[in-house]
C-alpha cells in the first residue's frame, strides 16, 4: 500500500485561485467601485440639515444649482434631487454587489467542483483496508456537506467580507475628513471588538467538530440501516436498528444545538462590543457639537454613517464562525485525501495480448489481514491454462482471500502471483482486472435498469445482450416483463430473486469476455434443475477459458479438470474428484458420502 501526499493545501488553494484571477481582479474592481458609490450615501441627507433646512448654503447647493432649473432652487427641489441620486447610487451600490457576488460564486463553485473531482480520483485509489474501516456515509458527509460548507465560505463569506471591509474603511476615512478624531475613535474601537471576538469564536470552535463527528456516526449507521432493511425487517430486528439510528439523530441534535446557541452567544456577544462602542461613538459625538465646530448636520451624518456600518460589521464579526467551519470541514476532507492508497505498479508487460490461454501460477504465497494471524501460508498453486480448476475446503481456508490477492485487493506479503510467467507486479493490476471476470455469491447490482447492470455502461447491441442471457438461463425471465431489458431492478437487485440475481450477473460475464473466469458460489442459489441447464450452456462459452470454481456444490466442483483443497491457508490435497475420493482427507470427509446423479 503506499501514501500520496494529495491534500488540498493552501499553496493548492493558492493555485486555483490563480486560475480565477481575471475574474477576482474584476470582482475586486467592482467592491471598490461599489464601495465607492456606497459610502457617500449617508453623508448626503444629513448635510441637507445645514445647507438647506439651517439655511446655510455650501457646495452641496451650488453643485445642485447646476443640475436644477432655477424654479427648482427651493428646499423641496434640494430635498428631491437628492433623494433621487440616494436612490440611483443605492441601486447601483446592489446591482454592483449582485454582480461582484456572481463572479465569486463563480470561482467557488469551480474550486469545490475540483475538490469534489480531486475526492472522486482519490476514492478509486483508496485500498480497501480502509474502505473496510470507514463507513460510506463518512464519506458521503465529506463529499457533501463538508464541500458545502466550503463553497458557502468561498462564495458568500469571501465576497461579503471584502465589501464590509472596503465598508468599514471608507466609513472611517469618512468620519477622518468629517472629524478626525471620530474617525480615529472607530478605528481604535474596531480592532478591539475584533480582538475580543475572536477570543470569544475560538471557545466555541470545537463544538463545530463535535458536530461534524456526530452526524459522520449518524450517516454511517442511516446508510448500514438502509442497506440491510430487507433483512432486518425479515428479523423482526428493524425497530432495533431504528432505535439506534435515533440515539445517533439525538447525538446530531445535542451537538448541532450546542454550536449553534454558543456560536451565536458569542457572535451576539462580540456585536454587543461594537454596540457598547457605538454609544460611547455617539455620546462622544454629541459632546463634539458642544465643544467644537460640528454642525448638526454633520452630527447627523455621523450617526448615519455609525447605522451604516453595522450591517458590515456584524458581516465581519460572522466571518470568523464560518472561517471555524471551513477550516473543520478542510481538516475532515484531507483526512480522507491522506488515507492508505491501493500499491498499483506500472505496467511493464502485457501478456494478454498474445492469443494462448491464461497460466496462473501461485509461488509459496504469504497473506495476513492484521498482519499477525496468517490466513495463507507458504501457498503455492497452477492453474493450468484454458482447464477448469476448483478451490474446496471449509469455511476460513483462505478460498476467499485467494481471489482477492488474484484481483489485487489485498497485497500478499511475500510469495508471487505469475500471468504466463509474468509477475502480477510487472503486469499491473489494472491490465489483470481487465481480463478477469468474477462473479461472486452475493452479485453487486445497482439501482438501475436490467441493461444498465448487464452493460455497466458499455456498448453492446441487443443481439449481445440476449445471447449472454441466453446463456445465464436468463432470457425467458426477461422477455416476460413488460419494460424487457428497461426494466428497473430497485436497490441491490432486490426487485429478483436471489438466483436471478446470479444469473444476471453471470450473463454480465458473458458479455465481459474474460481470458480468466472466476466462479465463487456463482450458483449456491439456483434450484438443481436451473443450474444444470446453466452448466451445460456455459461449458461452451468457459471451453479453452481459464476458469477457477470455488464451491462447496459437488455439481459445480465436479466440473473442473482439477481440484485443490484448502486447509488453514494452504493446500493439502489436489488430482481429480475420483482421485481424491480415493484419498483419506477433507475431500472425502466433504464429499465421500454425497450421492451423485
Not at 455620546?283 to 455621523?302: C, E, K, P, R, Y
Not at 481424491?580 to 477433507?586: A, P, S, Y
Request: contains cysteine.
Amino acid at each position: 500500500m503506499t501514501y500520496f501526499n494529495d491534500t488540498i493545501s493552501r499553496s493548492w488553494l493558492i493555485t486555483q485561485v490563480k486560475k480565477h484571477r481575471t475574474k477576482l481582479l474584476f470582482a475586486n474592481i467592482i467592491a471598490v467601485i461599489a464601495t465607492l458609490i456606497s459610502v457617500p450615501i449617508p453623508l448626503l441627507m444629513p448635510l441637507m440639515v445645514d445647507e438647506v433646512l439651517l439655511n446655510q448654503p455650501a457646495q452641496g447647493v451650488e453643485a445642485m444649482n447646476h443640475l436644477l432649473p432655477i424654479n427648482w432652487h427651493t428646499a423641496t427641489g434640494y430635498i428631491m434631487l437628492t433623494l433621487l441620486m440616494v436612490v440611483l447610487m443605492r441601486i447601483a451600490s446592489q446591482l454592483l454587489n449582485i454582480l461582484q457576488n456572481r463572479q465569486f460564486t463563480l470561482v467557488s463553485k469551480t474550486i469545490t467542483y475540483e475538490m469534489r473531482r480531486k475526492m472522486i480520483e482519490k476514492l478509486g485509489r483508496i485500498s480497501i483496508r480502509q474502505y473496510e474501516t470507514r463507513g460510506s456515509g463518512g464519506i458521503n458527509a465529506h463529499l457533501i456537506t463538508d464541500i458545502e460548507t466550503i463553497d458557502q465560505f468561498i462564495g458568500s463569506t469571501l465576497s461579503k467580507f471584502l465589501i464590509s471591509l472596503l465598508t468599514v474603511i471608507g466609513t472611517a476615512i469618512v468620519l477622518l475628513w468629517l472629524e478626525w478624531r471620530l474617525g480615529l475613535f472607530i478605528l481604535l474601537v474596531n480592532p478591539i471588538v475584533i480582538y475580543f471576538s475572536r477570543m470569544l469564536g475560538s471557545q466555541v470552535k470545537h463544538l463545530k467538530k463535535r458536530e461534524n463527528q456526530a452526524f459522520e456516526r449518524f450517516q454511517n449507521r442511516l446508510v448500514e440501516t438502509l442497506e440491510g432493511i430487507y433483512q432486518l425487517r425479515a428479523a423482526n430486528k428493524e425497530r432495533e436498528f431504528l432505535n439506534r439510528l435515533i440515539a445517533d439523530a439525538d447525538a446530531v441534535r445535542e451537538n448541532a444545538d450546542k454550536y449553534a446557541w454558543q456560536s451565536e452567544a458569542a457572535g451576539r456577544l462580540s456585536f454587543l462590543l461594537f454596540l457598547l462602542g457605538f454609544e460611547l461613538f455617539r455620546a462622544v459625538a454629541m459632546l463634539m457639537v458642544v465643544f467644537s465646530d460640528l454642525t448638526i448636520g454633520q452630527i447627523f451624518a455621523v450617526f448615519g454613517y455609525l447605522w451604516f456600518m453595522l450591517s458590515p460589521v456584524q458581516e465581519l464579526l460572522g466571518i470568523q464562525f464560518s472561517w471555524y467551519a471551513a477550516k473543520a470541514a478542510l481538516k475532515r476532507i484531507n483526512g480522507l485525501l491522506e488515507l492508505e492508497e491501493e500499491f498499483r505498479p506500472v505496467s511493464k508487460v502485457n501478456p494478454f495480448t498474445e492469443p494462448r490461454e491464461v497460466e496462473i501460477k501461485i509461488e509459496h504465497l504469504n497473506f495476513s489481514y492484521d498482519g499477525e494471524n496468517q490466513v495463507l501460508h507458504d501457498l503455492s498453486l497452477t492453474i493450468p491454462a484454458g482447464k477448469k480448476v476448483a478451490l474446496v475446503g471449509a469455511s476460513g481456508g483462505g478460498k476467499s482471500t485467494l481471489i482477492q490477492l488474484l484481483m489485487g485487493v489485498y497485497r500478499a506479503q511475500s510469495g508471487a502471483i505469475r500471468f504466463n510467467g509474468q509477475h502480477c507486479d510487472d503486469i499491473g493490476f489494472e491490465v489483470i482486472r481487465d481480463q478477469i471476470a468474477v462473479v461472486l455469491q452475493q452479485p453487486i447490482l445497482f439501482n438501475d435498469t436490467l441493461r444498465h447492470n448487464l452493460t455497466l455502461g458499455g456498448q453492446f447491441n441487443d443481439d449481445a445482450l440476449w445471447q449472454a442471457l441466453d446463456i445465464a438461463q436468463l432470457q425467458d425471465v426477461i422477455a416476460k416483463l413488460d419494460l424487457g431489458l428497461e426494466s428497473q431492478i430497485g436497490r441491490n437487485g432486490i426487485r429478483l430473486s436471489g438466483g436471478q440475481r446470479q444469473r444476471l450477473a453471470i450473463a454480465r460475464m458473458v458479455l465481459s469476455n474474460p481470458k480468466f473466469v472466476i466462479l465463487d458460489e456463482a450458483t449456491s442459489a439456483l434450484d438443481t434443475a436451473t443450474e444444470a441447464a446453466l452448466h451445460r450452456a456455459l461449458s461452451q462459452f468457459l471451453q479453452g477459458r481459464t476458469t477457477l470454481i470455488v464451491a462447496h456444490r459437488l455439481s459445480a466442483v465436479k466440473q473442473a479438470d482439477l481440484i485443490y483443497v484448502l486447509e488453514d491457508g494452504h493446500v493439502s490435497q489436489s488430482g481429480t474428484h475420483n482421485e481424491l475420493l480415493e484419498q483419506e482427507g477433507l475431500y472425502q470427509t466433504l464429499y465421500g458420502n454425497v450421492q451423485s446423479h
